[in-house]
């Protein structure tokens, strides 16, 4: 098999691409489910959907955690229908001997979680284990049934086309957090295919330390067996049809969940050096539990 080296290509700061395109990075899966099995996961997924719409409705009359339930138990069912398993697995921390910032323990109160970001399934394998509101681009928020869907499970929305509404949607981030809310966000700001991933952006980051919350790393993956799949990716030019009849296609598929204990900095530093700094360490643990894992050999 030929190795791909991936470089990062980037727009602009704010607007990054990733150079994962799905012809260079999809690999035949190594078993595929039958045609019924297909058919079964397409029209199970649909039915989900349908059901979530009302749900949603309900979510956003109910109180927050209420409204978490029923985030969770939608996106256990609409997992469970594409026929994903999911793993979480608890990593080991590291600060990247900053002297700036400290593992913290796993406690109540608001939490940053932060992740590499290789498909549209990401928030809803995170959401299925983790009570949590998530961070999602303005441009869902056009799509009515996902528009629904997304705001009855309380997302945040972020303009990346505008700069200047940047400093409402950290506002907005950090309110969550001080609300005692676990906020999911991408940092990339856009997918790769898994196999490698992109530089975080400090941006986000800016939230938890205003809220004076930590930051908890989190690494996705997903296997066939103890195999990298990158079936589920959904990157550059892939159409989003294209990539949910690949992952109803894909037999045994597992979604790997890697969470690391919390990172903090102490506040009334620097803010701009604090934000890079939660960003270099968060980026460097999730990293690390997915290229550095992916590059392991595997044990026979």
Partial sequence: MSTIIHLPVTTSPWFPVSPCMPAECMEEPLAMAGPLRRAARVLGALAVVVSGIPLAFVARLSSTAQ?????????????????????????????????????????EG????????????????????TPCRLLAKSEIAEWPVIRTLATGGGALF????????????????????????????????TTWCGREMGPFRPAVF????????????????????????????????????????????????????TFFPGVQVPRGGDPRRARKTLARIAEAQVRAGVVETHRQPVAA
Avoid at 100 to 106: I, L, M, N, S
Avoid at 110 to 129: F, Q
Avoid at 163 to 174: E, F, W
């Fill in 67 to 107: 409204r978490k339930r029923f985030t969770m138990m939608w996106s256990r069912m609409l997992i469970r229908a594409l026929g994903i398993k999911i793993e979480a697995r608890r990593g080991f921390a590291f600060v990247g001997g900053s002297l700036e910032a400290r593992a913290v323990p796993e406690g």
């Fill in 110 to 129: 608001g939490t940053l979680l932060v992740g590499n970001h290789i498909s549209w399934l990401d928030p809803i394998v995170v959401a299925a284990i």
């Fill in 158 to 189: 972020i303009d990346r086309n505008r700069l200047s509404a940047l400093p409402k949607a950290i506002d907005d981030v950090a309110a969550a957090l001080r609300d005692g809310d676990t906020v999911v966000a991408f940092p990339e700001g």
């Fill in 206 to 257: 800016q939230a938890a330390i205003d809220a004076g919350v930590p930051v908890r790393p989190m690494a996705l993956r997903f296997r066939q067996g103890e195999e990298l799949s990158t079936g589920p990716s959904y990157v550059g030019d892939d159409s989003l049809v294209a990539s949910i009849m690949r992952v109803v296609a894909i037999r045994d598929l597992v979604a790997e969940v």
